[in-house]
C-alpha cells in the first residue's frame, strides 16, 4: 500500500469511499444551488401516546413511502391511538438508529462515515483491503457503525426539532393546500406535505370532523391546533 489513496479505494474500502464522497456533494450542491430530492418516509403510527420512541414500542404500520426521505422527522404528537402491535424488525432499527427522529440523510451519512472509517482503519491494520479477510471486516464493521452514530446522533434530536419548530411557527400555514401522506379518521394524527416558496414543509393535522381522508387527497388546512402541535385539515376535492 503506497498511499492513503490507494487505501481508501482499495477493492473493500471503494465502495464506501464513492459512497460517502457522492453523500458529501449532494449536501454541497443542496447548499449552494438550493437543490433537493424529494422521498418520502411515510410510516403510519398507530399506539399509546405515552408509549416513548426510544422504549418498546408498537406500532400499526401501513408500510414505507419514500419521499421527502432527507428531512423526515418522527415526533411524539404522531403516536396515537390504543391499538398496538409488534414492531417489525426494519422499524426497530430505525427508530433505535435515529434514522426518523433525525432528518434521514443526515443521519445515514453519519453512519456511512463511521463505517467508512471502521473499515479503512481494520483493513489498514490487518492488511486485508484486497483480499477475503476484508471482506468480513467491511460487514461486521456495520454493527459498531450504527452504534457509534446513534452516540453521535442523539444529541442533535433536540437541535433538529428546536429548528424545525421555530421555522414552522413563523410561516401562516392556515387557508393553504397540501396533500396527505397518511390516511387519517375520528382523532388519528397523519402526516401532511405542503410548498411555501418552493421549499417542501411536512406537518401533522387531524381530520376537522373527523371524517376519512386518504393518503394521497389533496387537502385545505383549516386551522391549528390549540397547543400548537398540529393542524385540523379537511379535503380539498
Known amino acids: 500500500m503506497n498511499s492513503l489513496t490507494d487505501l481508501v479505494f482499495s477493492t473493500i474500502n471503494a465502495p464506501l469511499t464513492i459512497l460517502l464522497i457522492a453523500l458529501a456533494a449532494y449536501r454541497v450542491f443542496t447548499m449552494i444551488l438550493g437543490l433537493?430530492?424529494?422521498?418520502?418516509?411515510?410510516?403510519?403510527?398507530?399506539?399509546d401516546a405515552d408509549v416513548d420512541v426510544d422504549s418498546d414500542l408498537d406500532i400499526d404500520s401501513t408500510g414505507v413511502d419514500l419521499e421527502d426521505v432527507t428531512n423526515i422527522e418522527l415526533k411524539k404528537e404522531t403516536v396515537t391511538g390504543k391499538k398496538r402491535k409488534p414492531l417489525k424488525w426494519w422499524q426497530v432499527i430505525l427508530l433505535y438508529f435515529n434514522f426518523v427522529e433525525l432528518p434521514f440523510l443526515?443521519?445515514?451519512?453519519?453512519?456511512?462515515?463511521?463505517?467508512?472509517?471502521?473499515t479503512v482503519i481494520g483493513t489498514y491494520l490487518t492488511a486485508s483491503y484486497d483480499n477475503s479477510f476484508g471482506v468480513i471486516i467491511f460487514l461486521s464493521a456495520m454493527i459498531p457503525a450504527l452504534i457509534l452514530n446513534k452516540i453521535f446522533?442523539?444529541?442533535f434530536k433536540s437541535f433538529f426539532k428546536k429548528l424545525e419548530r421555530k421555522g414552522v411557527d413563523a410561516l401562516d400555514l392556515v387557508g393553504r393546500r397540501g396533500t396527505l401522506l397518511s390516511n387519517i379518521s375520528n382523532d388519528k394524527l397523519g402526516s401532511v406535505k405542503l410548498y411555501v416558496e418552493n421549499?417542501?414543509?411536512?406537518?401533522?393535522?387531524?381530520?376537522?370532523?373527523?371524517?376519512?381522508?386518504?393518503?394521497?387527497?389533496?387537502i385545505l388546512i383549516i386551522k391549528e391546533s390549540s397547543d400548537k402541535k398540529y393542524y385540523f385539515i379537511q379535503s380539498y376535492t
Open 36 to 47: 433537493d430530492l424529494d422521498f418520502d418516509l411515510d410510516v403510519d403510527f398507530d399506539i
Open 153 to 155: 446522533t442523539t444529541p
Open 199 to 218: 421549499d417542501p414543509i411536512n406537518i401533522y393535522a387531524k381530520s376537522l370532523n373527523g371524517e376519512e381522508i386518504k393518503s394521497g387527497e389533496e
Open 106 to 118: 443526515f443521519t445515514f451519512t453519519s453512519w456511512i462515515f463511521f463505517w467508512w472509517a471502521i
